[in-house]
Structure formats: C-alpha cells, structure tokens
C-alpha cells in the first residue's frame, strides 16, 4: 500500500506497524498512553515541550483534562476510528488542515518511539519502515473499513482467533466491546470519549453497526482478507 493522493476533507485509512513485525506496546500502560495520544498529539495549539508533564499534572486520575494554560485546542485531523493491536495500529482519518495526517502522524509515531525507547532501554526504530495509506474513495469501502477496524481486529484478539469468533458472533462481539483500546467501545456500545471526531458520515445506532458488522462478517469474509488493507 503506498502513501496515495489526499488534501483537505480526504478520508483515508492509515496502517503503522512494529519494526520486524514485534509489539509496539508490552502493557496496559503503553496501551493507554497510546489511547491519550490519540487526543492530546491531535492538537496543533499543544505546547511542543513538556505537554506530558502539563497533563500528567492536571489529570488528578482522570482523562483527557486539558490545561487551562494551553491555548484553545485546534485538531489536525478528525478521528473517525482507531484500533490498538499488539503490533500496528489502524486509523480512519480525514484530514482538516493542510499536511494534517502527516504532521500528526509524525508526532504520534516519534512519541511511541521515544517513549518505548526509554522505558525499555532499546534503540533503533520501533516502527517499520513509513506509515501506509489508503484513500477512501467509496461509501462501500467506508463501510467496509468502518467494521474492519472496530470489528475484524478485536475480533482477532478472540480466543481461538477471527474464525472461531465468527462462528460465535455474540459472545465475540460482547469481547470486542470490553477491548478499551479499539473506538468500537465509543461507537458501538456507550463510552463516549472526545477522541472521535463529529461526523454525519456515520448514523448508524449501536443495533445498526452490530448488524452491519454480522453481515460483512459472515457473507464478505473475502473482502476482509483484501491485500489492500493488509
């Protein structure tokens, strides 16, 4: 997959994985700095030095508490899904300034890479090679990265692997929606945290997209297996 065309109001699919195929993250704690990146690294307006610090102090134990210092917040790009995996990650984007994807992009991946360094005194990249990129061109491709992403991947955490969740769909989609490092949570059950942005893109209800992603599942399991979004 290679970096395609896109500019302002472009929807596209990024994937990023672990340098030689290894973890990106080793525990809960990286997973939810992960998870707060996604919020606090979205900000064109965030101090460049000593954010962590800014909102570590202003946390008090809960999330997404933005310093009263920091100037009004200004996205770079409009989040639309996200899902954590032990080795890559998966983001649905549209880009809202100009180089948005990029710049955010850059400031997710240089966080992850230093801060893994640190903590587990390595070197090098943790990260292979550039971030891959898909445009969306299609309401049907939307659709089909909307349940790829909240659904095909968490769904690959299931025990007994994607197969064996299909088969039980119910029991592997209450899993899923438990999985706090996947937007599923925020789209089809009830947290609502601020790193979706608002969009009319999307109107399913929880029901809708429970539905929608049983049937992609089970009666276009191939166009899940697309090399396109490998």
């Known amino acids: 997959m290679r970096k395609e065309p896109h500019t302002v109001g472009s929807i596209v699919h990024v994937i990023k994985r672990g340098s030689r195929g290894l973890s990106i993250v080793r525990d809960n704690n990286d997973r939810w700095r ?3 990146l996604l919020y606090y690294l979205n900000d064109s307006n965030r101090p460049i030095e000593h954010w962590e610090r800014d909102v570590e102090d202003t946390q008090k134990g809960l999330h997404f508490n933005r310093p009263k210092s920091w100037l009004e917040r200004k996205p770079m ?3 639309l899904s996200y899902c954590l995996m032990p080795n890559h990650f998966h983001l649905l984007i549209e880009e809202i300034i100009d180089d948005g994807v ?3 992009m850059q400031s997710l991946c240089g966080s992850m890479s230093v801060h893994y ?3 587990y005194k390595e070197k090098g990249s943790l990260f292979q090679g550039a971030y891959k990129l898909k445009t969306v ?3 049907y491709y939307l659709d089909l990265l909307y349940v790829y992403i909240n659904i095909k991947n968490p769904f690959e955490l299931y025990n007994g692997g994607l197969e064996n969740a299909i088969n039980n769909f119910e029991e592997a989609y209450k899993t899923a929606l438990e999985y706090n490092f996947c937007s599923l949570a925020d789209i089809g059950g009830d947290r609502k945290s601020p790193i979706l942005g608002k969009t009319e893109l999307f109107t399913y209800s929880p029901i809708q997209f429970k539905k929608l992603s049983k049937e992609f599942l089970l009666q276009k399991l191939e ?3 697309d090399p396109i979004l490998e």
């Open 117 to 119: 360094n640190n903590k």
């Open 137 to 139: 061109d299609t309401d």
């Open 77 to 79: 790009v409009k989040i």
């Open 102 to 104: 990029s710049r955010f």
């Open 223 to 225: 166009n899940m297996k």
């Open 34 to 36: 992960f998870i707060k």
